[in-house]
């Protein structure tokens, strides 16, 4: 009932909400408004409560708030369950260790800061506090570890979309899993899973976004090759909205993606936000650099690269950087 | 130096040994012998020391000791690090939990009994105190999450050669990840992995194996399809012996595996040792039921079923029963 109460109340954040409105709304009487209201702002949460016109929620600071976040969260399962710390090693290693407890599908890991983040191929992630988000997503789907590929894919689509409504910023896609703007890194996806050999016990989907850094907050090396979305736009955001809007797309993709196991339908959305389709570009693997032209994404998630040759490469993961003539 | 000095007592277990003989092999003092060997008494070993004639171990009851496995063992890495307990939730779980701290390579968790053990699939296995041997241990190979099915049955065979050699019994590998004495079920594998998309963080692989459990210890429905050591052969052995052959047999086909990362040259002798090869079977997958006779095995750990329509599958894990006629 108090995060209902919540709702209503930041759904008309800076404006005068009657407790005869609230009552009514939700079916209880005035004074278990007033009880709720008070239990609110003990708990930290700044509201205004004036005879004849009621409460009014002014708006709070971007401090990251499981309480604030699931009173608003609009999703079926993803966040039900949110863990939410100042600081932790990292999301995905706490997300771990929760899914090997038993913790549900959909359970989400937020820090403001990682004091070991990770990237992919176990490179060092920078996460300092306050303008980042860094969270991690327990997924338990039904599953072979070779799907895992292309729901990367997935997530990084619904993480572009939801970025896009937000911000209206040229956010693109850097196959497999980096979001880029004006060719920087704004946000990196590391997905993690603990399987069977031919069977996924659960998934960790990682996620890294840049939000309200300054170019400063940047160690030097990273200043030419990271952004932010504060850095793009000139815009601060709200870490708690962005984060609502990317759980929220999350869920919606992840399920078409759980009807087909493939990216499906969602193929010709993802070339559409790709940077690197029709380019010319180099794909690091462990093994070797391949050196050609992006012509297409499998419905596997890998990417179908023409060389100089002409001979085609299917390849399932890697590092891609345009070549430069 | 103590876990020399009772290795030295362990290979002339029941006979004296002067502690001149130790003092000179080690080159220590005799007095820094006696120091030891008070030491090693009051852990509870069992020594006699007689004046003129030295110290002799006297064999120790079947109980699981880090201390009294690392003393023996003649590996390389596997087992550099043994955490021995009376009973966990599971041995695999807490492996996982020692390789995301960072344990290294070889880690081996041994418990005497489990509250949550698990097999493939997610499903239980019974784990009694006292008569078994249920071990994971920490493997972080540079390979791909396909290079894994392959390593369940290098490890399989590794196993079923270390036990055979010490009991002389007629065991077999049931593919993928069973050994079998006279078609009942004495060892299981269950391979679990951490990784990314494409690269491989860790993986554990536990193994139950029943030593001297009696018929009446297993639950009634196991009865007609489960055995042990002692089951087949009316003898006991110790558990501490039997974990330190495997973890050798182990760490040789591991070494094996890593120069091609396939079956390679174990093929012929997993064929040799296979129950299925030849034999009309059902393979049981999530997906289907597939009726034909096992042909050959792949290097990647698949097995090669010929349908009664003579058609080919390449399976790479599932469930197989003997068909009867």
Known sequence: MRERIFKILHDNLGEYVSGQKISSQLGI?????????????????????????????????????????????????????????????????????????????????????????????????????????????????????????????????????????LTHLDIGLKWPNDLVINGRKVCGILMELSAEVDRVNYIIAGIGLNVNFKSRHFPGELRSTATSLYIESGQRYGRKEVALQMLYSIEQHYIGFLQTKSLG????????????LGKDVVI???????????????????????????????????DVSLRLY
């Open 265 to 276: 339908k969602m193929k010709e959305e993802y070339k559409k936000l790709s940077i690197v």
């Open 29 to 165: 009487t005035r004074s278990a408004v007033y009880k709720h209201i008070k239990a609110l702002k003990a708990q930290g949460h700044k509201i205004i409560s004036k005879s004849r016109k009621g409460h009014m929620l002014l708006d709070s600071p971007d401090i990251l708030s499981d309480f604030q976040l699931k009173c608003r969260l609009d999703t079926i399962f993803i966040g039900n369950s949110i863990f939410v710390y100042d600081s932790i090693h990292s999301t995905n290693r706490l997300a771990k260790e929760l899914a090997e407890e038993g913790s549900v599908e959909g359970t989400v890991v937020i820090a403001d800061s990682q004091t070991d983040g990770k990237g992919r191929m176990g490179r060092h992630w920078i996460s300092p506090p306050a303008g980042g988000l860094w969270m991690s997503i327990i997924l338990r789907p039904d599953i072979k570890p070779n799907n895992v590929a292309c729901l990367t894919l997935v997530i990084g689509l619904a993480i572009c979309k939801a970025l896009r409504k």
């Open 284 to 318: 690091t693997t462990p093994e070797k650099n391949l050196y050609g032209r992006v012509v297409d994404f499998y419905d596997d998630g890998s990417i179908l690269l023409v060389d100089d040759g002409n001979e085609q490469h299917k390849i399932l993961t890697g």
